[in-house]
């Protein structure tokens, strides 16, 4: 019976979460909390990460971004299923996290039978989110996930920069790159949103919260 329980890893910089979440799964016979991490580095130092079912990921962590370290982990150990975690839902975070390859998305404020019901879900192959957050993602379209592109660390900071004004030669002097470098982020960027010119790049991002 030991071995067929769901191994479950969470990362929080929270102790009190990691413990709180070890005690709830304590009262089901279907889980076994295998690892607690106070940060990404503990977590990518985990020598049986591989050995996880389920990753409970705080999207707030001290060390680093919990979209950017889904997309790690979901791209490194394919067969984890992740789920973001919050103690509040936004719109435009829960809709990166699946973007990055999350499977859901929780509230810590969430209760056993609803972690539950969350994880054996997501285990079987859908996106699950706390009820809360349901709400929120059904009021945004769910369809505005497909419209989301991934964007790269690069392409992030100068979609940042177009939306302050900056021209190419600004950007291209502010990052030190060649002119033609950000010239083909800039095109890449068009292209990857499906808009026309960078008006309509500014607009999309603000409007869907993407920075």
């Known amino acids: 019976m030991t ?15 990691i413990e709180g979440l070890c005690l709830l799964f304590s009262k089901s016979t279907d889980f076994e909390v295998i690892g607690g991490f106070k940060s990404s580095e503990q977590l990518f130092d985990f020598p ?31 067969k984890i299923v992740v789920l973001g975690m919050s103690s509040q839902s936004e719109r435009s975070i829960v809709l990166q996290m699946i973007k ?14 609803e972690f ?3 994880i054996k879900n997501a285990l079987n ?33 100068i979609l940042k920069l177009l939306i302050q004004g900056k021209s190419t030669q600004e950007i291209s002097d502010e990052l030190f790159v ?20 960078v008006a309509e790049l500014v607009s999309f991002a603000l409007k869907n919260g993407l920075l």
């Open 3 to 17: 071995d067929k329980k769901i191994k479950i890893a969470i990362v929080d910089d929270h102790p009190l979460i």
């Open 48 to 78: 049986q990460l591989n050995t996880v079912d389920v990753l409970l990921l705080d999207v707030f962590l001290a060390d680093a971004n919990g979209i950017d370290v889904c997309l790690r982990v979901t791209k490194k150990h394919p």
């Open 100 to 113: 990055n390859g999350a499977s859901g998305y929780l509230l810590k404020s969430a209760d056993l039978e």
């Open 116 to 118: 539950v019901y969350c």
């Open 125 to 157: 192959g859908s996106i699950v989110f706390s009820k809360d957050v349901e709400k929120l993602v059904n009021k945004a379209k769910f369809d505005d996930l497909k419209s989301i592109p991934r964007l790269t660390r690069r392409e992030t900071e």
């Open 178 to 197: 060649s002119f033609l470098t950000t010239q083909t982020h800039r095109r890449n960027l068009l292209n990857k949103f499906q808009v026309k010119n």
